[in-house]
C-alpha cells in the first residue's frame, strides 16, 4: 500500500511570502495530485502530474520521481490561499489505477 | 455547466434510518467515487465505478452500498446508519481512470447520526 506524507502539518504565513508544502509517497505511482479545499467548500484540483513541473498562476508544482517526493509551492501568497492542501497519488496496474491514496492535509494560514 | 452535483447538502439521522445520498455528473465522465472526509483521516474510499455498470469496493466500505445508475448517476446508501458514519461525504468523478486523470469533486453531503 502506498503511504502518502505530508509536511508541514499546519503552516501559517504572512501575506508576500513564499511558501512551500511537501508531500512524499512510498512506492511507484502513476501521477500524483495537488488538491485544494477552502474551510467548509469543495475540493479542487489543483494539478496532475507524473514529471517534472507545471505552473498555474502562482502556483508551482514539482515531482521528483527517483526520490518519490513532490512540492507546491506558492508565491506571493495572500489570504485567499488559506485552505486545505491535499496530495494524493495515483496507482499502477488495472484496477488499482482506478484510485488514488490520499495524505491527510496540510492547513495553511496566511495572515494578512 | 454544472459539474458534479451531490444532495442533499446536509442530512441528521438517528440510529438505525437509512439514507441514500445522490450523485450525478454531467461530464460524461467513465469513472465516479465516494469518498468520506473526517478529521485527522484524510480521504477515504467508500466505493468506486470505474465504468457504467461496474462497482468495487474501496477502503472502508462496510456499511455502505452504491448503486451505478447509469453513466451520470452514482449513489450511496446507507442501510442502518451509525454514529461512526457521521462525516463529510464526497462524491468524484473523473474522465477515466482517476490514477492517470483529474477528478473532479462534488460540494459534499454533511451526515450526522445521532
Known amino acids: 500500500k502506498n503511504e502518502v506524507e505530508q509536511s508541514p502539518q499546519n503552516l501559517t504565513a504572512q501575506e508576500g511570502e513564499f511558501i512551500t508544502i511537501n508531500c512524499s509517497y512510498s512506492v511507484g505511482i502513476s501521477a500524483l495530485h495537488w488538491l485544494q479545499q477552502h474551510p467548509g467548500g469543495g475540493i479542487v484540483s489543483l494539478f496532475m502530474l507524473s514529471s517534472g513541473k507545471k505552473k498555474h498562476g502562482r502556483l508551482i508544482a514539482t515531482i521528483n520521481i527517483q526520490e518519490k517526493h513532490s512540492s507546491l509551492h506558492i508565491t506571493a501568497s495572500h489570504p485567499r490561499d488559506s485552505a486545505v492542501y491535499i496530495c494524493a497519488v495515483g496507482h499502477r496496474g488495472t484496477g488499482a489505477n482506478s484510485k488514488l491514496t490520499f495524505g491527510k492535509g496540510i492547513t495553511l494560514s496566511v495572515r494578512p | 455547466n454544472a459539474g458534479v452535483t451531490q444532495t442533499p447538502k446536509f442530512q441528521v439521522l438517528k440510529t438505525g434510518q437509512s439514507m441514500t445520498l445522490q450523485c450525478a455528473q454531467d461530464?460524461?465522465?467513465?469513472?465516479m467515487y465516494w469518498y468520506r472526509q473526517d478529521p485527522g483521516m484524510g480521504l477515504r474510499l467508500i466505493y468506486y465505478?470505474?465504468?457504467?455498470?461496474?462497482?468495487d469496493k474501496g477502503e472502508v466500505p462496510n456499511g455502505y452500498n452504491v448503486s451505478r445508475l447509469n453513466k451520470r448517476e452514482f449513489s450511496l446508501r446507507l442501510e442502518s446508519a451509525a454514529p461512526s458514519q457521521t462525516s463529510v461525504y464526497f462524491c468524484a468523478s473523473a474522465r477515466d481512470r482517476v490514477g492517470y486523470d483529474i477528478q473532479y469533486f462534488g460540494a459534499g453531503t454533511r451526515l450526522s447520526v445521532l
Open positions: 465505478s470505474a465504468s457504467e455498470g461496474t462497482t
Open positions: 461530464m460524461n465522465h467513465n469513472s
